[in-house]
């Protein structure tokens, strides 16, 4: 499976921002599903996890703020991303993980929250 994100940009602190992740293949409703991102100098890190029956789970960092959503009709993950801080600036990553055990990642967008 192909991951592509889009959505990514510069916002000001509280602002708002939503990115997408488009999944290539005809399976893409039995992926578990996530988001990653890695802040400025920092390892990657989990942000939130959606799973096939839209179970939700977030880092405590962003609960409240941000909000993970899958449409399967169009093979597309979203993360609504609200009241964002400079603390949320890193390149987001899209995470797709197989029931077979395959891990699948998209190249990246990159998110800049700054006045």
């Known amino acids: 499976v192909q991951l592509v994100e889009s959505g990514g940009g510069m916002v000001q602190p509280g602002g708002s921002l939503r990115l997408s992740c488009a999944a290539s293949?005809?399976?893409?409703?039995?992926?578990?599903m996530g988001w990653y991102r890695r802040p400025p100098g920092k390892q990657r890190e989990l942000v939130a996890t959606?799973?096939?029956?839209?179970?939700?789970n977030y880092a405590d960092s962003v609960k409240g703020r941000f909000t993970i959503s899958r449409d399967n009709a169009k093979n597309t993950m979203y993360l609504q991303m609200n009241s964002l801080n400079p603390e949320d600036t890193a390149v987001y990553y899209c995470?797709?993980?197989?029931?077979?055990?395959?891990?699948?990642w998209g190249q990246g967008t990159q998110v800049t929250v700054s006045s």
């Open positions: 959606i799973t096939r029956g839209r179970g939700t």
């Open positions: 995470n797709a993980i197989s029931p077979g055990g395959g891990n699948y």
């Open positions: 293949g005809s399976t893409f409703s039995i992926y578990a």
